[in-house]
């Protein structure tokens, strides 16, 4: 069965290489802002290496991290709108990504009949889990720190996340004393362990074991 967990790692990295020649390569050191919520939008992004983050802002004036975006994923599509973007993406790591104007977009879509089938393929697969991951305030608070461990573990890569318990609460809705508390009960139980700043999954096996209890 397939399970969001399973759409989480996105294929579309190798098929994006021959259009990257197109765009303007970029460079974004740890916590660089890459664009700004509320600010004009002129064109997308799409990231070859590294882990972004989008933040808004709620009218209240809370944080709400929307998504942690690695390599082969979209983000500030809107841009194509020229539009306002919604939100700010961040650097959450260094990361290196591409980007591309109205006119690039425009160019590539003429040119090679191709390239608009991937855009739409991997805006739809992005559009589709953001959907799903709004049903997991369904799920327990330890279940839904589990799917964005193993989650960030598939966009990462690596067993070492570079994340803090703030961002986990902030894309949960969690509190902050919430995670803190599964956290502790989860090193304590050597499922994980938090080094500088870094979260480390030690026993993958038995996080995903544990979420899929919930969907079974």
Known sequence: MTTLLDKAECPFSALWQPYLKYGQRMYFQRKSIIFTQGKSASGFYFVLKGLIKTVTVKPEGQEKILEFLGPGKLLGECGLDLTLYYSTAI??????????????????????????????????????????ENTLTALSAEQ????????????????????????IASFTSLTRI?????????????????????????????????????IS
């Open 178 to 214: 919430t995670v803190y508390k599964i956290f502790k009960k989860w090193k304590e139980s050597n499922l994980i362990d938090i080094q500088q700043r870094t979260i480390i999954i030690k026993k993958p096996a038995q996080l995903l074991a544990f979420f899929q209890e919930s």
């Open 91 to 132: 650097a959450a790591e260094d990361s290196v990504v591409y980007f591309f104007s109205l006119q690039h977009f425009k160019h590539l879509s003429s040119t090679y009949p191709d390239f608009v089938t991937l855009f739409l393929n991997s805006l739809n697969q992005k559009i589709r889990i953001l959907s799903e």
């Open 144 to 167: 839904q720190i589990a799917y964005t461990l193993l989650k960030m573990k598939r966009v990462c890569k690596s067993n070492r996340l570079s994340i803090t318990q703030q961002d």
